[in-house]
């Protein structure tokens, strides 16, 4: 099923990145289903601390010791089995011990207090739903009627697919927690705690004709945020949950900025940075109107950016300048974007 079959008017979230990058390769990639590279060496090794770290937090263990001996006997097995090629022994053991370092620091940053908050919504909820990896939501989003003149939409609603690695409690709240392998696709979201100002400009400036802004990884961001948020929503009020309100994490697992090695005694010391996108999604004059964690800009911009999706035709002219500039050169889809190679040649005279 492609993510443009009416019948079922589904997309997913990184289908929607994908897009903001580029709308004809959203085509390539997820409506014909182009392959692109999939030799990606540090998304493997996030895949491997994340299934390391969900087997923890599954065992019911809630102590750092007790975690710890759980998710270094995953990560072992697990290790045995990858067959990423190094240039040699040194290198592969250096690799490991930079994962085992990501560990013990996301114990030592959130991971007891994550395994308490599973814990503590264990009571009202299985296990099992709260546990991934790559633990499914989603979000149905109302389409836009057409305006005067265009072709009404392909479907009413679509709905967009998310994940998260696990879910816990917070007090009041249930959290969404997704390990991806650095924070550098948030930019300026990174380091902003509020919607109003630069956020909701850099948001609404992404989309202005008028302007030459281009920041589609953070625009996505909050997107994704948005779908995850709503997800969770969903979750809760099907795990009879309560009206505790939604939140959603990212922790970094393949940032190497805060990794310290010390060659001469073979340690390896990292740190992870934890960043909470809700508050910087949430509109509070919305959050006021609905008390729920939403943002009318951004959702409603969704739903126009899904719309087109959902009824196509996938044409990057209107924002060719600024895809070209950014997108193409480590695009793996320009040897059959006609685009693109009408740019390439293309005749004087």
Do not use: K
Request: charged share 30%.
């Amino acid at each position: 099923m492609t993510d443009t079959d009416s019948s079922a008017a589904s997309l997913s979230v990184d289908g929607l990145r994908t897009a903001l990058h580029c709308p004809r390769r959203h085509e390539f990639a997820h409506v014909h289903g182009l392959e692109g590279s999939d030799d990606d060496a540090v998304d493997d090794r996030v895949a491997l601390l994340r299934t390391a770290i969900c087997d923890a937090l599954r065992s019911g263990e809630t102590d750092r010791a007790g975690l710890e001996t759980v998710a270094r006997d995953r990560l072992s097995a697990l290790w045995t089995d990858h067959d990423e090629p190094f240039h040699s022994v040194a290198q592969r053991r250096h690799e490991r011990r930079v994962l085992e370092a990501t560990l013990s620091a996301y114990l030592e940053r959130v991971g007891v207090d994550h395994a308490a908050g599973l814990e503590a919504l264990d009571a009202d909820a299985a296990r099992g739903e709260l546990i991934g990896p790559e633990l499914p939501l989603s979000s149905t989003v109302a389409l836009p009627d057409a305006a005067g003149g265009s072709d009404p939409p392909a479907a009413d609603a679509v709905t967009i697919d998310a994940t998260v690695d696990y879910v816990y409690g917070d007090g009041s709240s249930i959290v969404g927690v997704r390990f991806v392998p650095t924070l550098a696709p948030l930019g300026r979201l990174r380091y902003r705690s509020d919607w109003e100002g630069d956020v909701a400009d850099l948001f609404t400036d992404h989309f202005d004709d008028e302007r030459d802004a281009f920041d589609p990884d953070p625009v996505g961001s909050l997107f994704e945020t948005a779908v995850v948020i709503d997800g969770l929503r969903t979750l809760r009020d099907r795990l009879e949950l309560g009206d505790r309100t939604c939140r959603y994490v990212q922790i970094p697992l393949a940032d190497r900025s805060g990794t310290a090695v010390n060659w001469v005694r073979d340690t390896v010391e990292t740190s992870l940075e934890v960043v909470d996108l809700t508050d910087v999604y949430v509109d509070h004059h919305t959050y006021g109107m609905t008390h729920d964690h939403r943002n009318e800009t951004v959702d409603s911009r969704l739903a126009t950016v899904a719309s087109s999706l959902i009824s196509g035709p996938f044409d990057p002219s209107d924002r060719w300048d600024q895809i070209e500039e950014h997108a193409c050169p480590d695009c793996e889809y320009t040897v059959c974007c006609q685009e693109y190679i009408g740019q390439e040649v293309r005749f004087d005279g």
